[in-house]
T-cell receptor, first 112, second 113 residues
């Protein structure tokens, strides 16, 4: 597609529920990033994939967060046993390394 | 202390005014400096990026980098209501597809008609 597509746009989860957030990067983009943006803050790095390999997961806040990109295109960020502090916008970005990073519109997660 | 510091605002100016947005950083390893604009409920979009110290101009926007002071600025001339958004400064240690972006906290800007 023309841009990075994320779904769902909005997700409300009850505390303790598992959620899965999807990212469809720009076709052919090797690099894929996940960022977390809390209200009134800048995005913070979570994890990075080069094709299907997860090369950096240093930003994942706990072992409840898990990301995968099994075929080197679509990626899923999974959060287990959600807690209120997980409420944020989750942004996905992809890059080919030549034209910079393109961000999706994000998934706004609210944990109640 | 955060690696990148940015005044969160909000900043409100009248239409046509010159806007100055600023960030400071602590890590001298940063080499690439960017400004992103983020409209409400949208992802960040790249406005400008610079590598060296000095100025870079693009239309009504000028990005300025002073590596000796670890200080970057974005100037908006003839500001328009459509410029109302959150502006995020951002930095990279090296420009490859693997480089992770470090963002400031963003400054919320409102241009009054």
């Amino acid at each position: 597609g023309a841009g990075v597509s994320q779904s769902p746009r909005y997700k409300v989860a009850k505390r303790g529920q598992d959620v899965a957030l999807r990212c469809d990067p720009i076709s052919g983009h090797v690099s894929l990033f996940w960022y977390q943006q809390a209200l009134g803050q800048g995005p913070e790095f979570l994890t990075y994939f080069q094709n299907e390999a997860q090369l950096d997961k240093s930003g994942l806040p706990s072992d409840r967060f898990f990301a995968e990109r099994p075929e080197g295109s679509v990626s899923t960020l999974k959060i287990q046993r959600t807690q209120q502090e997980d409420s944020a916008v989750y942004l996905c970005a992809s890059s080919s390394g030549q034209n910079g990073y393109t961000f999706g519109s994000g998934t706004r997660l609210t944990v109640v | 202390q955060k690696e990148v510091e940015q005044d969160p605002g909000p900043l409100s100016v009248p239409e046509g005014a010159i806007v100055s947005l600023n960030c400071t950083y602590s890590n001298s390893a940063f080499q690439y400096f960017m400004w992103y604009r983020q409209y409400s409920r949208k992802g960040p979009e790249l406005l400008m990026y610079t590598y060296s110290s000095g100025n870079k101009e693009d239309g009504r926007f000028t990005a300025q980098v002073d590596k000796s002071s670890k200080y970057i600025s974005l100037f908006i001339r003839d500001s328009q209501p459509s410029d109302s958004a959150t502006y995020l400064c951002a930095m990279l240690r090296g420009y490859s597809s693997a480089s992770k972006i470090i963002f400031g906290s963003g400054t919320r800007l409102s241009i009054r008609p």
